[in-house]
């Protein structure tokens, strides 16, 4: 590498959270029935899940 085109940057970074809770979901069990002629795509069954993570670590 050509050192007059090197350069060097400090970065500092915060980390606010880890991913380190799971992601709980409001039911313990879910279950679905389906017809056999529904459309391909059709939304089955919707679940949601949460968990105490920030940000993209969590489940919101
Ligand atoms: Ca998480």
């Keep these: 590498m050509d050192p007059a085109q090197e350069s060097t ?3 500092f970074f915060n980390v606010k959270d880890a ?3 799971s992601p709980e979901f409001e039911r ?3 279950s679905a029935s389906v017809l056999e002629n ?3 795509g059709s939304t089955v069954i919707q679940v949601r899940a949460t968990d105490i993570d920030s940000g993209r670590l969590s489940s919101k």
């Design 28 to 30: 313990p069990n879910y």
């Design 9 to 11: 940057v400090l970065v």
């Design 38 to 40: 529904v459309a391909v």
């Design 19 to 21: 991913n380190d809770h």
